[in-house]
């Protein structure tokens, strides 16, 4: 059983018990939280796909944490100009553990 979900403007592939890495989202650790935004939902016989949303299908979690990501570098250099630019940057993210897609 598998649902497609949207969540901080990404979409994830999530089945129960699996952890996702989010973009920052507004809930404190530890707070249960329910996704209506499901895109898609399998449970093994049938597929169910809204047009662009399910109405009776809901993905509940939990927020494990608030984390970062790792640090990702972008270089730029100009050759025979003496210019080069180092810019490092990291995501901030949500981890959320998936408990049960109730359909």
């Known amino acids: 059983m598998f649902a497609v979900i949207e969540l901080g403007g990404l979409q994830f592939k999530v089945s129960e018990g699996e ?3 989010a973009n920052r989202l507004d809930y404190t650790p530890g707070q249960k939280i329910t996704v209506e935004k499901v895109l898609l939902f399998s449970d093994g016989q049938e597929v169910k796909v809204g047009q662009p ?11 494990v944490a ?7 570098i972008a270089f730029k250099y100009r050759k025979r100009k003496d210019s080069a630019k180092t810019i490092g940057h990291r995501q901030d993210l949500t981890t959320i ?7």
């Not at 949303?53 to 927020?63: F, G, P, Q, R, T």
């Not at 608030?66 to 990702?72: C, F, Q």
């Not at 553990?97 to 359909?103: D, G, L, N």
């Open 66 to 72: 608030h984390t970062r990501a790792p640090k990702v």
């Open 97 to 103: 553990k998936i408990e049960k897609i109730a359909a």
């Open 53 to 63: 949303y399910l109405k009776d299908v809901e993905v509940k979690a939990e927020v």
């Open 19 to 21: 952890t996702i890495a």
